[in-house]
């Protein structure tokens, strides 16, 4: 689901949504229609199916002064912030997305001021607020009519937002954006590019562009998955290169591949599971020694098999998606390279795409660890039930996935694989290999009410989670 929403210079609100890939919803005839200096956008995958018009992002409030926020992330208290809204601050929220909720927390700490025009210090003094308030994971952009736009990130900063600047092409003065990933903004010349900092706020009024950091955490703890997998390799997520930390994931996967297997190596060729995996592949393949070929050719028309709903669509997309190159396979010992396992489906269908073309025996490895725990921070991974390592062994994985041997990664090597990159970063949010909640406030209860919600058979609804970017632009 892709959602666009903007104001002209009069405060009348525009906005264009829909179901599909972004060119096909957001068409330069769409796009002409959304008139304005302002702008929020929001881009989710397809975590439980088609979601309803209703549940898209970004979301709108009339009162006070009309609010349109986009949010990336989850929210672990939710039922007490609908509570809270229901009963106390008696506002009304339409859905059941958590992004709903933190739009309404931050209109409800706003409309506490009762000025009929606010200022930075209300808009800081309401996020400072809503920090108390929402726990979990959140990068938002947030939109006032005829005010500006608005940047924060969790204390935590667990989900990634940065912001840049670039001379405007239509106006005098200069053009801003926040977004997810900093490729974003590279690939519209956008410069003097930042992150937002955890527990930091940023606002690009009419007359100036304002941060203050409110809160500030002993540790910040980046989601490590989006270093793993979810980021483009160009950008930069705290500091931290992807590519370059994908690439130290291979120098560590080559070395406990080395280890497990000592002098008995009989690995002939190294080939990645396009298109996340290849950095590392390529970085083993030269550690070891051994040759790196493509053997997998890509349907680039298939989404992300994992976060598709119902096991039959994920194996039949498997096969739409990839096709092994026969001439790569026949008669070698292969080891395969991908990112992680999560189901297990896909690498399942891929080992045995290897083995119909030829393959003596195939090996697998994975540049992360073992996933075992469901994530609560905004990546709409299975249930816990779902998950082909939660449980279970090394072994037991390569047996359900009818691979020679699994290799995982060792969770202090990929740390170390990130942070090398940025020392300041300690420590990361690694709760889907450890089960470490770092934002905390998740109990048994909360995490049996996300299984129950998350199992295949219970997914009808859409929760709403994805990339979000704001746009600004003033003379």
Same mark, same amino acid.
């Given at each position: 689901?892709?959602?666009?929403?903007?104001?002209?210079?009069?405060?009348?609100?525009?906005?264009?949504?829909?179901?599909?890939?972004?060119?096909?919803?957001? #068409?330069?005839?769409?796009?002409?229609?959304?008139?304005?200096?302002? &702008?929020?956008?929001?881009?989710?995958?397809?975590?439980?199916? #088609?979601?309803?018009?209703?549940?898209?992002?970004?979301?709108?409030?009339?009162?006070?002064?009309?609010?349109?926020?986009?949010?990336?992330?989850?929210?672990?208290?939710? %039922?007490?912030?609908?509570?809270?809204?229901?009963?106390?601050?008696?506002? !009304?929220?339409? #859905?059941?997305?958590?992004?709903?909720?933190?739009?309404?927390?931050?209109?409800?700490?706003?409309?506490? #001021?009762?000025?009929?025009?606010?200022?930075?210090?209300?808009?800081?003094?309401?996020?400072?607020?809503?920090?108390?308030?929402?726990?979990?994971?959140?990068?938002?952009?947030?939109?006032?009519?005829?005010?500006?736009?608005?940047?924060?990130?969790?204390?935590?900063?667990?989900?990634?937002?940065?912001?840049?600047?670039?001379? %405007?092409?239509?106006?005098?003065?200069?053009?801003?954006?926040?977004?997810?990933?900093?490729?974003?903004?590279?690939?519209?010349?956008?410069?003097?590019?930042?992150?937002?900092?955890?527990?930091?706020?940023?606002?690009?009024?009419?007359?100036?562009?304002?941060?203050?950091? =409110?809160?500030?955490?002993?540790?910040?703890?980046?989601?490590?998955?989006?270093?793993?997998?979810?980021?483009?390799?160009? %950008?930069?997520?705290?500091?931290?290169?992807?590519?370059?930390?994908?690439?130290?994931?291979?120098?560590?996967?080559?070395?406990?591949?080395?280890?497990? @297997?000592?002098?008995?190596?009989?690995?002939?060729?190294?080939?990645?599971?396009?298109?996340?995996?290849?950095?590392?592949?390529?970085?083993?393949? !030269?550690?070891?020694?051994?040759?790196?070929?493509?053997?997998?050719?890509?349907?680039?028309?298939?989404?992300?098999?994992?976060? @598709?709903?119902?096991?039959?669509?994920?194996?039949?997309?498997?096969?739409?998606? =990839?096709?092994?190159?026969?001439?790569?396979?026949?008669?070698?010992?292969?080891?395969?390279?991908?990112? %992680?396992?999560?189901?297990?489906?896909?690498?399942?269908?891929?080992?045995?795409?290897?083995?119909?073309?030829?393959?003596?025996?195939?090996?697998?490895?994975?540049?992360?660890?073992?996933?075992?725990?469901?994530?609560?921070?905004?990546?709409?991974?299975?249930?816990?039930?779902?998950?082909?390592?939660?449980?279970?062994?090394?072994?037991?994985?390569?047996?359900?996935? &009818?691979?020679?041997?699994?290799?995982?990664?060792?969770?202090?090597?990929?740390?170390?694989?990130?942070?090398?990159?940025?020392?300041?970063?300690?420590?990361?949010?690694?709760?889907?290999?450890?089960?470490?909640?770092?934002?905390?406030?998740?109990?048994?209860?909360? =995490?049996?009410?996300?299984?129950?919600?998350?199992?295949?058979?219970?997914?009808?609804?859409?929760?709403?989670?994805?990339?979000?970017?704001?746009?600004?632009?003033?003379?």
């Amino acid at each position: 689901m892709n959602a666009h929403k903007c104001i002209d210079p009069k405060g009348r609100l525009f906005q264009c949504k829909g179901n599909g890939m972004v060119r096909d919803v957001f #068409t330069p005839q769409r796009l002409m229609a959304l008139t304005g200096n302002m &702008g929020v956008a929001h881009v989710r995958y397809p975590t439980a199916g #088609t979601p309803a018009d209703s549940e898209a992002q970004p979301f709108y409030v009339n009162s006070p002064y009309g609010i349109v926020m986009g949010h990336n992330g989850n929210l672990t208290n939710d %039922s007490e912030l609908r509570h809270f809204l229901d009963y106390d601050a008696h506002r !009304h929220i339409n #859905t059941d997305s958590d992004s709903e909720l933190l739009l309404n927390i931050f209109a409800n700490n706003l409309q506490k #001021t009762g000025k009929f025009r606010i200022n930075e210090q209300d808009i800081f003094t309401a996020i400072q607020s809503l920090f108390s308030e929402c726990q979990g994971a959140y990068a938002a952009t947030a939109m006032l009519a005829g005010f500006g736009i608005i940047g924060f990130r969790d204390p935590h900063g667990i989900r990634p937002l940065v912001f840049g600047r670039r001379k %405007s092409l239509t106006a005098d003065g200069y053009d801003y954006m926040f977004a997810s990933e900093s490729v974003v903004l590279d690939a519209l010349d956008f410069t003097d590019i930042d992150d937002v900092q955890p527990g930091e706020v940023v606002i690009v009024s009419k007359y100036a562009v304002t941060r203050r950091r =409110l809160v500030v955490e002993e540790q910040i703890t980046p989601c490590i998955f989006e270093y793993v997998y979810f980021a483009r390799p160009d %950008s930069t997520i705290d500091g931290i290169p992807v590519y370059n930390a994908r690439l130290d994931m291979g120098v560590k996967l080559a070395r406990k591949v080395r280890q497990v @297997m000592g002098d008995a190596m009989d690995i002939d060729v190294v080939i990645p599971v396009p298109d996340t995996s290849r950095a590392a592949a390529l970085q083993l393949s !030269h550690e070891l020694g051994l040759p790196y070929r493509e053997g997998f050719n890509k349907n680039r028309y298939i989404g992300r098999t994992f976060i @598709m709903p119902g096991q039959e669509m994920r194996r039949k997309n498997v096969r739409r998606k =990839l096709n092994a190159m026969p001439t790569e396979f026949k008669d070698l010992n292969v080891l395969l390279v991908d990112d %992680s396992i999560v189901r297990g489906t896909t690498s399942q269908e891929i080992i045995q795409m290897a083995r119909d073309v030829g393959a003596k025996k195939v090996y697998f490895a994975s540049a992360a660890p073992a996933i075992r725990f469901p994530n609560v921070y905004g990546i709409d991974m299975p249930s816990m039930k779902e998950l082909v390592a939660a449980g279970h062994s090394d072994s037991d994985v390569a047996a359900a996935i &009818g691979a020679d041997y699994v290799f995982f990664q060792d969770l202090s090597d990929l740390i170390d694989s990130c942070r090398k990159f940025n020392p300041k970063i300690t420590t990361f949010d690694t709760s889907v290999f450890d089960g470490k909640y770092v934002a905390g406030n998740v109990s048994e209860e909360y =995490l049996q009410k996300l299984e129950n919600r998350r199992s295949d058979d219970a997914k009808k609804k859409d929760g709403g989670d994805g990339e979000v970017i704001g746009l600004h632009n003033y003379q």
